[in-house]
Nanobody, 119 residues
Framework: QVQLVESGGGLVQAGGSLRLSCAVS????????MAWFRQAPGKERERVST????????YYADSVKGRSTISIDNAKNTVYLQIDTLKPEDTALYFC????????????WGQGTQVTVSS
């Protein structure tokens, strides 16, 4: 059974940085695409960033492009999302998810970690 456990969220002032972690357990996801989504109250879920576990090819939504970095630590089986220059509009519940390469549906989801950015 695959489990994704996010951590690293918290309360931070605008302009600060956070590094979110997504620890993967159960089995390796080398044939998967990993993603970070976020959802703010009253807003639709937004796909923030993705990366193919083996091939890379990072993608960033326009809302975080230029101030975010997605990465994978194979030794720790963990996916990271670093967000710099945080803005109040980055406030949301951030989720980690995984889908098999070639599929469009994300089949594994974490419980989320809350990020709150104060102005």
């Amino acid at each position: 059974q695959v489990q994704l456990v996010e951590s690293g969220g918290g309360l931070v002032q605008a302009g600060g940085s956070l590094r979110l972690s997504c620890a993967v357990s159960g089995r390796t996801l080398s044939d998967y695409v990993m993603a970070w989504f976020r959802q703010a109250p009253g807003k639709e879920r937004e796909r923030v960033s993705t990366i193919a576990w083996s091939a890379g090819y990072p993608y960033y939504a326009d809302s975080v492009k230029g101030r975010s970095t997605i990465s994978i630590d194979n030794a720790k089986n963990t996916v990271y999302l670093q967000i710099d220059t945080l803005k109040p509009e980055d406030t949301a519940l951030y989720f980690c998810a995984a889908r098999f390469t070639g599929r469009t549906t994300y089949e594994f989801w974490g419980q989320g970690t809350q990020v709150t950015v104060s102005s």
